[in-house]
């Protein structure tokens, strides 16, 4: 059953729902509700457990903490693990599907969502992040993300915002998540996780989530070398080393993981509309993906695009290289785009109406092939009473963080892409699940 807690509920689980900025046209302060979904006690052998609480700051790039100085997270690699040279994101390497690959150890085109905006043809629907219908429905999601496998195997979890925390999946939701409010206080974030962690054991999480954006809007609108995305970088690290003094204050034997969805390139060029090349009547688009009515379509638009322009390759998508694992959902389009460099890719130029202004390339992105343009690499830091301190780790794909997580819970895996022996080294007692892993 799901509940919406209001602040006189929460205060009662010690749950308190932060302060929300005040709804447009009302007079009266509003709250963005917790929402507890009754799960029962949690089971007696998980309240044992350790805790995880796993941090994602969007778009924070692999070089960004010694690049700008992020003290208190770079502690974290001295008394845990990190990987100094970044973790590889997953093609493309954009927020929506690798929050959710983070989470599954599953590759986009495996779990289905393989852009932040997208087509099903089988469903003849639309997918898109600011889709709230879309976002909150499960159905659009495969694999069994960790707050839904803690959930089925009788530990609570709780979710302060992640990409795909607001629907049902695998049959399952957090049991406590928000539905995603970026106005509402990052301290305040922090003061609800803790509360959390301060419940009675039997309603307390074990796996818990949390995320800010503000690196990856910094770097964005100003691009990675600003004086923005420095400020940002010193913001969620103070938020970082805020964090990591209040879950030391509560004397539980909690792990801290730090990671980031991808990096940033400062873009290049204006518009790339593949429009020009190629006229896109009767085609479904969505950005730069194209989907073919039929196979003679898809092989007109690949026949007009492959040699159209130097920026970009195009592939049937059985063809697409296999590193990429972009190459057997049809969400994924046919023919696909692939960008050689920092461009910006879309199928065709929006139809103004007189008084529109065209809207311009951002000055930083993201979404590239991670092998050609590093700057996509993310961070990865952990620290805690399973992690052994100073740890560097090689760059490795992050499909293999969700293993990492089940293996300091103490939770079965389902079949998923990652390998729990990728990072079993940063952990104190290398102890790793046995399950079979589909690679």
Same mark, same amino acid.
């Given at each position: 059953? #799901?509940?919406?807690?209001?602040?006189?509920?929460?205060?009662?689980? #010690? !749950?308190?729902?932060?302060?929300?900025?005040?709804?447009?046209?009302?007079?009266?302060?509003?709250?963005?509700?917790?929402?507890?979904?009754?799960?029962?006690?949690?089971?007696?052998?998980?309240?044992?457990?350790?805790?995880?609480?796993?941090?994602?700051?969007?778009?924070?790039?692999?070089?960004?903490?010694? $690049?700008?100085?992020?003290?208190?997270?770079?502690?974290?690699?001295?008394?845990? &693990?990190?990987?100094?040279?970044?973790?590889?994101?997953?093609? =493309?390497?954009?927020?929506?599907?690798?929050?959710?690959?983070?989470?599954?150890?599953?590759?986009?085109?495996?779990?289905?969502?393989?852009?932040?905006?997208?087509?099903?043809?089988?469903?003849?629907?639309?997918?898109?992040?600011?889709?709230?219908?879309?976002?909150?429905?499960?159905?659009?999601?495969?694999?069994?993300?960790?707050?839904?496998?803690?959930?089925?195997?009788?530990?609570?979890?709780?979710? @302060?915002?992640?990409?795909?925390?607001?629907?049902?999946?695998?049959?399952?939701?957090?049991?406590?998540?928000?539905?995603?409010?970026?106005?509402?206080?990052?301290?305040?974030?922090?003061?609800?996780?803790?509360?959390?962690?301060? !419940?009675?054991?039997?309603?307390?999480?074990? @796996?818990?989530?949390?995320?800010?954006?503000?690196?990856?809007?910094?770097?964005?609108?100003?691009?990675?070398?600003?004086?923005?995305?420095? &400020?940002?970088?010193?913001?969620?690290?103070?938020?970082?080393?805020? !964090?990591?003094?209040?879950?030391?204050?509560?004397?539980?034997?909690?792990?801290?993981?730090?990671?980031?969805?991808?990096?940033?390139? $400062?873009?290049?060029?204006?518009?790339?509309?593949?429009?020009?090349?190629?006229?896109?009547?009767?085609?479904?688009?969505?950005?730069? #993906?194209?989907?073919?009515?039929?196979?003679?379509?898809?092989?007109?638009?690949?026949?007009?695009?492959?040699?159209?322009?130097?920026?970009?390759?195009?592939?049937?998508?059985?063809?697409?290289?296999?590193? !990429?694992? @972009?190459?057997?959902?049809?969400?994924?389009?046919?023919?696909?785009?692939? =960008?050689?460099?920092?461009?910006?890719?879309?199928?065709?130029?929006?139809?103004?109406?007189?008084?529109?202004?065209?809207?311009?390339?951002?000055? *930083?992105?993201?979404?590239?092939?991670? &092998?050609?343009?590093?700057?996509?690499?993310?961070?990865?830091?952990?620290?805690?009473?399973?992690?052994?301190?100073?740890?560097?780790?090689?760059?490795?794909?992050?499909?293999?963080?969700?293993?990492?997580?089940? &293996?300091?819970?103490?939770?079965?895996?389902?079949?998923?892409?990652?390998? =729990?022996?990728?990072?079993? *080294?940063?952990?104190?007692?290398?102890?790793?699940?046995?399950?079979?892993?589909?690679?």
């Amino acid at each position: 059953m #799901l509940v919406p807690l209001r602040r006189a509920a929460l205060t009662a689980l #010690l !749950l308190l729902a932060p302060a929300a900025v005040p709804a447009q046209g009302f007079a009266q302060q509003f709250v963005t509700p917790v929402i507890a979904v009754d799960h029962g006690p949690e089971a007696a052998a998980q309240q044992q457990k350790h805790y995880v609480v796993m941090v994602s700051l969007d778009g924070f790039r692999w070089d960004y903490a010694k $690049r700008y100085g992020a003290p208190h997270i770079l502690e974290l690699a001295k008394e845990g &693990a990190s990987a100094p040279d970044g973790m590889i994101p997953s093609y =493309p390497s954009l927020t929506f599907p690798n929050h959710y690959t983070l989470v599954t150890g599953l590759y986009p085109e495996h779990h289905g969502i393989v852009d932040n905006s997208f087509y099903d043809p089988a469903r003849n629907a639309r997918y898109a992040l600011g889709d709230q219908q879309a976002v909150t429905d499960g159905s659009w999601y495969g694999g069994v993300p960790l707050w839904s496998l803690a959930e089925k195997q009788g530990m609570r979890s709780a979710c @302060f915002f992640w990409p795909g925390s607001e629907a049902e999946i695998a049959g399952q939701r957090p049991s406590y998540y928000l539905h995603f409010d970026n106005k509402i206080d990052d301290h305040q974030r922090i003061d609800t996780l803790i509360q959390w962690l301060q !419940l009675p054991p039997e309603k307390r999480p074990h @796996f818990l989530t949390l995320y800010y954006a503000d690196v990856d809007h910094a770097g964005h609108e100003h691009g990675p070398d600003s004086p923005e995305v420095a &400020a940002a970088v010193h913001h969620v690290d103070e938020l970082i080393g805020e !964090l990591h003094k209040k879950l030391d204050a509560l004397h539980l034997p909690i792990d801290l993981i730090v990671v980031s969805d991808h990096g940033m390139v $400062r873009t290049q060029g204006s518009w790339i509309n593949l429009d020009q090349y190629v006229s896109m009547d009767g085609i479904q688009t969505i950005g730069p #993906l194209l989907y073919a009515p039929d196979e003679a379509s898809a092989n007109h638009l690949y026949q007009k695009l492959k040699a159209a322009d130097a920026r970009f390759e195009v592939y049937r998508r059985d063809k697409v290289p296999a590193g !990429l694992h @972009f190459d057997s959902n049809p969400r994924e389009g046919d023919p696909v785009i692939v =960008p050689k460099g920092p461009y910006s890719i879309r199928a065709q130029a929006p139809h103004l109406q007189p008084g529109q202004t065209e809207r311009p390339v951002l000055t *930083g992105s993201h979404g590239y092939d991670p &092998a050609g343009i590093p700057e996509m690499r993310a961070v990865f830091f952990a620290a805690g009473p399973d992690i052994r301190a100073g740890v560097a780790l090689k760059p490795f794909e992050n499909i293999n963080v969700f293993p990492f997580v089940t &293996a300091i819970l103490g939770l079965e895996n389902p079949p998923i892409d990652g390998s =729990p022996n990728v990072l079993s *080294g940063a952990l104190k007692s290398n102890v790793v699940s046995n399950d079979e892993v589909k690679q």
